[in-house]
């Protein structure tokens, strides 16, 4: 099997560990600090995550720039290349630490109505710590990128598994001997340290890549930062999309809305980190097909085929949540997080298409043609975030997602006309390939077991447990029978076999 195959396959494996650890682990950590120190772990993590955004897109335009750089053999441009945007990175990484200095001295006047001086207390500590996590994380996270324009994909996501299993152990243990919220940010950093020095360890001994300091093209910076600036513009829209309705909340309301959101965030992210997994892969993919000449045509079919096999795993579970979601918050966090549910299952639809076209994306950044989707992305999301920030205190949570909601499907069609535009994509191929028959299949059986659920009522976590199994099931029957395409099922079977 493939590095992509096996990279794509581990993606989804830790995907799943991050989803099922997350989810036993979230109550056990809700009880251990509170409704309300949750809410304040929740709102400055929200708060620390844009500094994370100050690589400034540096990690793709690595893998973009060093998959050329390979693909030609220029080995004294990569050498110069990685010089450059590690010393790029050193001064972001300085920059960072002013930056947060000048907000950790700024909180109490940023939270004093929503937050106890014992809270901003405690915030301003785990403030500082993360800070000192983001500055470190900014040019080590850059090992990780290299890896993957190696296209050795699967080194650095077994790292992450077992990073993320380590963690939860550690988590659990120091929760039940009286540990906070200041732990677990304590917890993370030194994780972060871990994971950043064994990455480094594989990408010097084991790929043998060469990053001097002393090797380095200025005239190389204004050619990263051409193609770098667009993608952090976008990841600061995502970042801000996201977490800008914690942060409003915060200021106009209180801990426990915070949490109540930041659940609902945490749920749709899980669902929303498909992307991510495949992104990753998929780029140095999409670069070689870009330069290889590919026409709309292909790239379509490229994306259905992708679609096409995500989509039978993500409507089985946009389909549970929403069968199953209500319930299981319910049985997870209590009635207090019930509005938890809508959130999440309101984020995994508006999610949906922009996932299943990743490999649009994929091709975006590999066209350096994401000047676009980051501009309207940012004016959709600011328009979002300033409706969200003045009618917040009146409708609380709803008025924090509805406007996002209604921003990022708009975002979503107005990009499906742009790659139709530029890139010629068959945008009516695609949905009707890709999307549609599954909406039509999925979306009446969930309608029938919705209305065959309302007859009685699931109480406990067995119960919970067999009706996600029988559905399971029936997915797995429909979807073989009815939706999958013979090179699909011979492609299941050949795995089982």
Not at 97 to 112: M, P, R
Not at 212 to 228: D, P, V
Not at 351 to 373: M, S
Request: net charge positive; proline share 1%.
């Amino acid at each position: 099997m493939s590095q992509l195959k096996k990279g794509v396959l581990i993606s989804y494996v830790n995907i799943l560990l991050t989803n099922v650890v997350g989810l036993l682990l979230t109550p056990y950590i809700v009880r251990s600090l509170g409704n309300s120190e949750y809410g304040l772990y929740t709102l400055i993590g929200s708060v620390v995550a844009y500094l994370s955004l100050m690589d400034l897109g540096l990690n793709h335009t690595i893998m973009r720039f060093v998959a050329r750089y390979r693909a030609v053999n220029d080995t004294e441009g990569e050498k110069e290349f990685l010089g450059t945007t590690m010393l790029i990175f050193i001064a972001i990484a300085i920059l960072v630490v002013l930056i947060g200095l000048w907000i950790y001295f700024n909180l109490e006047s940023i939270f004093s109505k929503s937050l106890t001086v014992e809270e901003l207390v405690k915030a301003k500590v785990m403030f500082l710590i993360l800070i000192f996590n983001v500055a470190i994380n900014i040019p080590g996270s850059s090992f990780q990128a290299i890896c993957n324009a190696y296209e050795h994909f699967v080194f650095p996501r077994v790292v992450a598994i077992v990073k993320y299993l380590l963690r939860a152990a550690m988590v659990c243990g120091l929760l039940f001997m009286g540990g906070k919220a200041i732990t677990l940010v304590m917890i993370d950093t030194v994780f972060n340290i871990l994971v950043i020095l064994v990455t480094a360890f594989y990408v010097f001994y084991k790929l043998k890549v060469t990053v001097s300091l002393a090797r380095y093209n200025t005239s190389l910076i204004s050619e990263i930062f051409g193609y770098s600036f667009w993608v952090f513009l976008f990841a600061i829209v995502s970042k801000f999309q996201w977490n800008s309705g914690q942060v409003i909340l915060g200021i106009n309301n209180n801990t426990l809305t915070v949490a109540i959101f930041g659940v609902g965030i945490m749920l749709g992210g899980y669902y929303g980190a498909f992307a991510d997994a495949v992104n990753g892969v998929l780029i140095p993919k999409a670069t070689q097909m870009v330069y290889s000449g590919k026409k709309g045509g292909e790239l379509t079919d490229t994306m259905i085929k992708i679609a096409r096999m995500n989509g039978f795993l993500m409507f089985f579970i946009l389909s549970g949540f929403f069968l199953f979601g209500k319930t299981f918050v319910f049985l997870w966090l209590g009635k207090d997080y019930l509005e938890s549910w809508l959130i999440a299952l309101l984020i995994m639809i508006v999610l949906t298409v922009p996932l299943l076209q990743v490999f649009g994306n994929c091709i975006l950044e590999a066209k350096r043609k994401n000047r676009f989707k980051s501009v309207l992305s940012i004016c959709l999301v600011s328009i979002a975030a300033g409706i969200s920030f003045f009618i917040t205190k009146q409708y609380g949570i709803y008025g924090a997602i509805l406007p996002l909601v209604f921003t990022v499907s708009l975002n979503n069609l107005i990009m499906n006309l742009y790659y139709k535009k530029i890139f010629e994509f068959e945008i009516g191929k695609f949905f009707k390939n890709a999307i549609m028959k599954s909406l039509i299949v999925y979306g009446i059986v969930s309608l029938a077991l919705a209305y065959l659920l309302s007859l009685f009522q699931i109480s406990t976590w067995l119960m919970l447990f067999l009706v996600i199994a029988a559905y399971a099931v029936i997915y797995l029957l429909i979807t073989f029978f009815l939706l999958m395409n013979k090179s699909e099922k011979e492609l299941i079977l050949s795995r089982i076999r």
